[in-house]
């Protein structure tokens, strides 16, 4: 498909419409390739036809949805309600204004678009948001339901279809429901094969079955058909719970190259090396850099959540309990977010907590669950 669109630039270089197929294409092939350089020239062909085209509805479309994959939110949601000043509201650009309102925190905004999302547009990307929200809310029943519903209308076989076993996955995983979370995944492999993903869900499902051996394995060999940040902390993270020092200094090299790339590029990363620089225990001044930075550009419950883990580990007890009260106001049932948020032991009065001030001088606030007197 993709020579298709490249013959069709070819011969119509200063037509608008071929330069955003292929830019559609290539967004579409970034969802399993992550491919830097298809990044680049999306980005570049979007830009082009921008320039041919400025009121284009479906350039401002692609524009937003470049947007979202390079974590740039703020500057998606402007885009897509330009896009919405030009023409008619799509599938595609209501699911992108859900989907950066979400990221901002903005649920009430995103309940709202996504309503209107179903209204008008009844579809599997139309009841997977809606599922996502209402886990979001703490409705892991609810969003199974929305999500098996969804089902039955996603074309079968499809990629989109293969992605609603995906979530039916995570939310079974996330519900304590681990032999569901297995069978939905093993439909997602069948119908779509090849995401990188699947293997890092599997893993997760390993681990709560209690094979973190397996899972680790997974992971590794994930990581090296796929050099992804998130999926080399999450390896690390379980190495070092594990006591693995090989694969946790082979992880460590990788992640110190890929830390520089990221800095020196759309920093889309930030929250996975925020993680793993407070966990390696001697990077908290990094940690908490990259962690204010990611809850300033995306603060949703997560980067609320990982703010307060990381003022935690340097000791900043008050304000991380803030972030945290921020992080569970919507009740979300979600086992990474409870890892970030989990209450630690208040340090006694006196101790040199990791930022080297003292508890005793600070009047450091304990962290409580909540409802705790």
Not at 13 to 26: C, E, H, V
Not at 99 to 116: F, I, N
Not at 186 to 204: I, N, S
């Amino acid at each position: 498909m993709l020579q298709s669109f490249e013959k069709a630039l070819l011969t119509r270089s200063d037509d608008p419409r071929p330069l955003l197929d292929l830019a559609q294409a290539l967004l579409q092939a970034l969802r399993t390739s992550r491919d830097a350089r298809d990044a680049a020239r999306a980005e570049a062909l979007i830009q082009r036809a921008l320039t041919l085209a400025p009121r284009d509805f479906r350039a401002w479309a692609l524009k937003a949805w470049d947007e979202m994959n390079r974590h740039q939110f703020r500057e998606a949601l402007v885009s897509v309600r330009q896009a919405h000043g030009l023409g008619v509201p799509s599938a595609l650009t209501l699911g992108l204004e859900s989907d950066a309102l979400v990221e901002l925190g903005r649920y009430d905004d995103a309940l709202a678009v996504t309503q209107k999302l179903l209204d008008v547009f009844p579809g599997l990307p139309a009841y997977s948001r809606a599922a996502h929200l209402r886990f979001l809310h703490g409705d892991i029943e609810g969003a199974v339901g929305l999500l098996n519903e969804s089902l039955a209308m996603a074309p079968p076989g499809s990629e989109a279809h293969a992605w609603a076993f995906v979530q039916l996955a995570e939310l079974h995983l996330n519900g304590g429901q681990i032999e569901r979370a297995e069978n939905a995944l093993a439909r997602a492999e069948t119908l779509f094969p090849g995401r990188p993903d699947y293997a890092v869900l599997r893993a997760r499902v390993r681990e709560a079955q209690g094979k973190p051996g397996e899972a680790l394995a997974l992971l590794q060999e994930t990581v090296d058909r796929y050099p992804s940040p998130d999926y080399a902390v999450t390896a690390w993270r379980l190495a070092r719970s594990l006591g693995d020092h090989e694969a946790m200094r082979r992880l460590a090299l990788l992640l110190d190259g890929m830390a520089r790339l990221d800095e020196a590029g759309d920093k889309v990363f930030r929250r996975a090396f925020a993680e793993y620089y407070a966990l390696r225990g001697n990077q908290y001044g990094e940690a908490e850099r990259l962690a204010r930075e990611e809850c300033l550009r995306r603060p949703d419950i997560y980067s609320h959540a990982l703010l307060a883990f990381v003022l935690r580990q340097a000791g900043k007890y008050r304000e991380a309990n803030r972030h945290r009260q921020a992080a569970l106001r919507l009740g979300t049932r979600d086992r990474r977010l409870e890892w970030w948020v989990r209450p630690p032991l208040a340090p006694r009065p006196g101790t040199v907590t990791p930022n080297g001030s003292r508890a005793a001088g600070e009047g450091i606030a304990p962290f409580k669950p909540e409802g705790a007197p």
